[in-house]
């Protein structure tokens, strides 16, 4: 009866609107601190150019490279959490998950797995297993491309060291923006291998 007066009263939406308020709210402090991480580690990286460490730099660009799939990843979160809003009444009135916020909600509980800064996605993802039960959410984390979750955010989240072509791209691309020219970079690299 106390579920159904909830649901009545609209209480658990509200929560989930309220979850959704805080988690945007958070993730504007958090890609604030991620961008000064990333412009702080990427000016380490022109630095270390600038003084013909190509080497280190290479090393260091794994840290812009992790800062800037956060960046991107906690854009796609705030946007998730904007079109969760829109569609509160689809998801108050559908005890399975609806197929239009499948792939929001999967994103979401997805990324509650991976980002510990953010508590109230961890708050989101218990509302939505009270509401569609601990396996939707086991699979939102277990196996993510079958409940539709964003390839962007499993590749943005992922655990991975990025490989060395990316960090190599990522480097020749800093070194380009900066008017740097990076000298032999691959036969530097081969030579150490």
């Known amino acids: 009866m106390g579920k159904t007066l909830d649901i009545l009263l609209g209480k658990r939406s509200s929560k989930l609107n309220n979850l959704l308020e805080l988690s945007i ?11 000064a991480l990333f412009s702080f580690s990427q000016s380490d990286v022109v ?3 600038n003084l013909g460490h190509q080497q280190q730099a290479l090393l260091r660009v794994e840290h812009v490279i992790k800062s800037k799939n956060m960046l991107d990843a906690l854009a796609l979160i705030e946007s998730y959490c904007k079109f969760l809003k829109e569609n509160m009444s689809l998801i108050e009135k559908s005890k399975d998950c609806p197929e239009e916020v499948r792939e929001a909600i999967g994103s979401m509980i997805f990324a509650s797995s991976r980002i510990g800064d953010n508590p109230k996605l961890q708050h989101i993802r218990a509302f939505f297993a009270s509401k569609y039960g601990q396996d939707f959410v086991t699979q939102a984390i277990e196996n993510p491309r079958n409940l539709g979750v964003n390839d962007k955010i499993i590749q943005k989240l992922s655990r991975r060291q990025p490989s060395l072509e990316s960090r190599m791209s990522f480097l020749r691309e800093i070194a380009s923006n900066n008017g740097i020219i990076l000298h032999n970079l ?7 291998s």
């Open 25 to 35: 709210t958070r993730n504007s402090y958090l890609k604030n601190r991620q961008q």
């Open 47 to 49: 630095q270390l150019l």
């Open 186 to 192: 691959n036969a530097n690299l081969q030579q150490q």
